[in-house]
């Protein structure tokens, strides 16, 4: 597995854990809302 493919796996998991809700996720994985926003926009998953 790679990086790329770790981050994105793990970016998936804190959303679907938040609901959808980016905010929550982000404070689940103990970061800013937007470099959680801007990781997902690169892999897709908003």
Do not use: D, F, P, W
């Not at 980016?22 to 908003?46: D, E, P, Q």
Request: glycine fraction near 6%; avoid cysteine; charged fraction near 20%.
């Amino acid at each position: 597995m790679t990086l790329e493919q770790t981050e994105q796996s793990l970016l998936q998991k804190a959303i679907a854990a938040s609901g959808g809700n980016l905010s929550a996720a982000a404070r689940l994985l103990n970061t800013s809302r937007a470099k959680l926003a801007y990781r997902a926009r690169k892999h897709g998953l908003v």
